[in-house]
């Protein structure tokens, strides 16, 4: 996992500014003020700059818990969504809005991975992955949702001994 590579996709998106994704909550929240846009828009920007340090904290517990071998995949497999062209929103045509999918699926997984008898980082990351999805909208979430099921099944196959996982992205 590359973290400073998703840090570079970030940087780069925001250097394109805020007026794309402020654009972008304002067609997803048509009865918003400009102000609550402005505020929604700064929410999901800080919530996008949180991905690298949430991997990394999520990849370190994991290596100190010896659990890296089945937990590391799907944090890989979430980080390569990232740096993936052809995502659901792509990035290099939307700045910002282009990661908020990215983020999503981060957040989702690490969620996902919470529920477990021994929470990996023990965040209550139910806001943000419901922010980010009225974001999306729901079919967008479906989709990702069904995208970090796969990668927590074939975690869990993994553990299983049903053979090693393999992430795609």
């Known amino acids: 996992m590359n973290l400073e590579e998703i840090q570079a996709v970030i940087d780069s998106a925001k250097a394109r500014g805020t007026d794309v994704l402020e654009n972008y909550i ?27 340090i949430v991997l990394a904290t999520a990849s370190q517990e994991a290596a100190d818990r010896k659990l890296a071998s089945v937990v590391q995949p799907v944090l890989d497999r979430a980080a390569r969504y990232f740096m993936h062209p052809m995502d659901l929103l792509p990035e290099m045509t939307l700045g910002l ?24 980082v023990e965040w209550d990351l139910d806001h943000p992955t419901e922010f980010l999805r009225r974001l999306l909208g729901e ?10 099921a796969l990668a927590i099944e074939k975690m869990a196959g993994g553990i299983r001994g049903e053979g090693a996982p393999r992430f795609d992205a």
């Not at 400009?34 to 700059?49: G, K, N, Q």
């Not at 999503?104 to 991975?113: A, D, G, H, R, S």
């Not at 079919?139 to 970090?148: F, S």
Request: charged residues 30%; hydrophobic residues 45%.
């Open 26 to 52: 304002r067609e997803r929240m048509p009865n918003a003020s400009d102000s609550e846009v402005r505020e929604a828009a700064e929410v999901a920007l800080e919530i996008i700059e949180t991905v690298p």
């Open 139 to 148: 079919k967008i979430g479906q989709q990702l949702d069904a995208v970090a």
């Open 97 to 120: 809005p282009g990661l908020l999918d990215d983020a999503y699926l981060v957040l989702k997984i690490l969620q996902t991975l919470e529920e477990g008898p021994d929470p990996l």
